[in-house]
């Protein structure tokens, strides 16, 4: 417990930071990126698109998350009207648990690269 001394909080400014994405946040879905393309190149390369929700931290997150890619990914809002309202089950799915779901951008490319719905 003693690296609790020199831990300082991330989020300076809650008001205004609440909903961002922090640089752990981001540095990780980065990294989930590489990992993925180090583990699955020939899937990786057929990606053209990072579907994400209106949130902000949402989009920031996917948007680190493509930084790993060797090529462009176009990143694409979704809404519940949409075809891929099925990537935000905790939305629109009653008995949808958020134990254990893939978060984002994550779950997106899982969708699109394993052909799950």
């Known amino acids: 417990m003693t690296f609790l001394r020199k831990w300082k909080n991330p989020i300076d400014d ?14 990780d879905a980065t990294e989930v990126g590489k990992h993925l393309l180090k583990h699955y190149p020939h899937l990786i390369s057929t990606v053209k698109r990072i579907n994400h929700d209106k949130k902000a931290r949402t989009k920031d997150t996917a948007r680190a998350f493509a930084k790993a890619f ?7 809002q979704i809404s519940s009207e949409g075809e891929f309202h ?8 009653p008995k949808f648990t958020k134990v254990g779901r893939i978060h984002g951008p994550v779950m997106c490319v899982l969708i699109k690269l394993g052909g799950r719905r």
Request: glycine share 4%; net charge neutral.
């Open 86 to 93: 099925s990537t935000i089950p905790h939305k629109y799915c």
């Open 70 to 76: 060797p090529h462009d990914v176009k990143l694409v």
């Open 14 to 27: 809650p008001e205004n930071q609440m909903e961002q994405i922090t640089p752990t946040g981001a540095r």
